[in-house]
T-cell receptor, first 116, second 115 residues
């Protein structure tokens, strides 16, 4: 049973426009969410995170929105650039410390293509 | 993911052989995690270690897989008697729990191919 779902395997966007990547989760105990970006043959790179006590976190061109009641989060990239083309993974976890601190639950990823 | 070093980057093993994957965490990090990614899948948590301790191994297969993080040297993920289904990318990550415990940083991965 997938606890973190990214229902769109791929997304294509024109350069300069907004990219919106979506993620849904089922476990109400999740209290921290992260987005990672991954290029082929490389490890995931941390992008941005959000705590469940917030509904928005912004870092430059990247903004993450969290809707707890809908168990939904989204990553907005604006303006999108060709270098943003990669696979984006949503991840979630519960508890900041203890045995499960590093036990992130990942979605299957969304492949973003930004066309010039 | 700069700073977390994994080797080898690519490893080919015949069925029944052993695979050893190494991970050196970022400088100052004492918490190490191993994840596995099968083709077309997301990353799956395997194990969380601190120096000389296994904290959470809930994602580790019960047999053939083991992990350690000794007092000195890198963390090792060991797979004995490999089978074709073990072919995957294995990612190591590390974190500094006290000041940035909510974010873990990944290495570039080790790609295991079992033939």
């Amino acid at each position: 049973d997938q606890q973190v779902k990214q229902n769109s395997p791929s997304l294509s966007v024109q350069e300069g426009r907004i990219s919106i990547l979506n993620c849904d989760y089922t476990n109400s105990m999740f209290d921290y969410f992260l987005w990672y970006k991954k290029y082929p043959a490389e490890g995931p790179t941390f992008l941005i995170s959000i705590s469940s006590i917030k509904d928005k976190n912004e870092d430059g061109r990247f903004t993450v929105f969290l809707n707890k009641s809908a168990k939904h989060l989204s990553l907005h990239i604006v303006p999108s650039q060709p270098g943003d083309s990669a696979v984006y993974f949503c991840a979630a976890k519960s508890g900041n410390y203890g045995g499960s601190q590093g036990n992130l639950i990942f979605g299957k990823g969304t492949k973003l293509s930004v066309k010039p | 993911n700069a700073g977390v070093m994994q080797n080898p980057r690519h490893l080919v093993r015949r069925r029944g052989q052993e695979a050893r994957l190494r991970c050196s965490p970022m400088k100052g990090h004492s918490h190490v995690y191993w994840y596995r990614q099968l083709p077309e899948e997301g990353l799956k948590f395997m194990v969380y270690l601190q120096k000389e301790n296994i904290i959470d191994e809930s994602g580790m297969p019960k047999e053939r897989f083991s992990a350690e993080f000794p007092k000195e040297g890198p963390s090792i993920l060991r797979i004995q008697q490999v089978v074709r289904g073990d072919s995957a990318a294995y990612f190591c990550a590390s974190s500094l729990l006290d000041t940035n415990g909510n974010t873990i940083y990944f290495g570039e991965g080790s790609w295991l191919t079992v033939v």
